[in-house]
């Protein structure tokens, strides 16, 4: 498996594009995406937990129920979220004048929309230009459409990978926004996912659901759980790999292709965070169980009293023993032992659009050993701090299992961007 340029138009058969349709008042770059596959493709999609869901969202899970989708429209600058009929009526019509410049049925089309949550959406706009939109699909149009959806964004989110399945070569490419107003319950914004991998919807949602597990529902930006978040997965089957229609080797590999695509893109909008300036990531092991170690960690990078302390280079420990003692999961405080680390040089991705492999020296410094406090260098703790990945690692005794998750400090910037976000 290697990582490869692209984005969604890496896989055979996807193309996409991106422009600016002056949907909110103001904005100078792309802000509607569209994507696009030569052929139906089998689809799954993960949805925002949040009750007050966004008009986009409730059309998008109607048109998936078939397990078959061709196109994606996603817009930015307006949610279209506690709009009513008329919101209703909008994520509609964007569904249709896709279709019918596209010659595909409504319901194949997929609706995404993020931004301001409560204004009406001015679909017009939408519908003026979609037929340009459509004649720009190409390749290389994943380098518009990856912009067209960023909001608080500071650099475009998008990876592609290509591995073996079924002796066939088979690639994933992926783009998604995301940067603040993201939990747990979903992390992901808005994501897309394409593949040409043949694969059944059935399994394409076994295997969307166990990855998203351990990667979107791994990262925390500020506590809040949106109520646009989506990520779709469509697989038009063009690289003419056997389908697959149950597990084993192909669908482990499969899936083993996106859990890499997906656990980069989580670091990614971790690394992006509003107003951030470092990721942290934080490492459970020796935990009875993986979701129990999953729990612990995301605990840690949830607490905004963790977040300050990586924002000020302090070392408190404390803090973040505190974090997994109330996260309500079991482990034994009197065998847990904590240590920083980082890697010098390592770049923060979402800062850019690295993926963030090691370029120096790693350094690290236990701070707490088997319930015990220990006697550190603080020079060298704030160090490593200081650096733009740093990586919290709990060891506990209590089992096997491991779990991962990102987040990022807390700034003030944080506050200034979301203080006047409607502006």
Not at 6 to 24: D, Q, W
Not at 33 to 56: D, H, M, P, W, Y
Request: hydrophobic residues 40%.
């Amino acid at each position: 498996m290697q990582f490869i340029e692209g984005g969604v138009t890496a896989p055979i058969g996807f193309t996409a594009n991106g422009m600016l349709c002056g949907i909110k008042a103001g904005r100078t770059k792309n802000d509607t995406a569209l994507i696009f596959s030569e052929k139906i493709c089998s689809v799954a999609g993960v949805f925002t937990k949040n009750r007050v869901q966004a008009e986009s969202v409730k059309l998008t899970r109607k048109h998936i129920e078939n397990g078959k989708a061709q196109a994606v429209i996603a817009n930015s600058g307006i949610a279209n979220a506690c709009t009513g009929l008329q919101g209703a009526k909008a994520a509609l019509r964007q569904a249709e004048c896709t279709a019918k410049e596209l010659n595909i049925n409504a319901d194949d089309v997929i609706v995404c929309s993020t931004g301001v949550i409560g204004q009406q959406l001015p679909v017009e706009k939408i519908e003026a230009n979609i037929a340009s939109l459509v004649k720009g699909l190409s390749k290389e149009g994943h380098e518009q459409a990856r912009v067209a959806i960023m909001t608080t964004d500071t650099h475009f989110k998008e990876c592609a990978v290509e591995t073996i399945i079924g002796g066939k070569t088979v690639r994933f490419g992926t783009m998604a926004k995301g940067s603040g107003m993201i939990h747990i319950n979903l992390g992901t914004m808005l994501g897309f996912i394409t593949t040409d991998c043949a694969i059944s919807a059935e399994m394409l949602e076994k295997a969307l659901r166990s990855s998203v597990a351990g990667t979107y529902n791994c990262v925390s930006i500020d506590g809040d759980t949106s109520t646009n978040d989506t990520l779709t997965i469509l697989a038009n089957g063009m690289a003419g790999n056997a389908e697959i229609k149950s597990e084993g080797a192909d669908f482990d590999a499969f899936l083993e292709a996106l859990n890499c695509l997906n656990t980069q893109m989580a670091r990614k909008i971790a690394g992006d965070g509003e107003g951030a300036s470092r990721l942290v990531t934080c490492n459970v092991t020796g935990a009875v169980d993986v979701p129990t170690a999953r729990a612990l960690a995301k605990s840690v990078i949830s607490s905004n009293l963790v977040k300050a302390a990586f924002f000020g280079k302090d070392a408190n420990w404390g803090r973040i023993l505190c974090a997994l003692g109330y996260s309500g999961e079991y482990f034994t405080p009197e065998k847990c032992s904590v240590y920083f680390e980082s890697v010098h040089g390592e770049q923060r991705p979402g800062a850019t659009d690295a993926i963030g492999e090691a370029q120096g020296n790693k350094k690290s410094i236990e701070v707490f050993d088997h319930g015990t406090p220990l006697d550190f260098d603080e020079g060298l703790a704030k160090e490593i701090l200081s650096e733009d990945a740093v990586s919290i690692n709990v060891i506990l005794e209590d089992g096997k299992a491991s779990g991962t998750a990102w987040g990022c400090d807390l700034t003030y910037d944080y506050v200034k961007i979301n203080g006047d976000y409607r502006s």
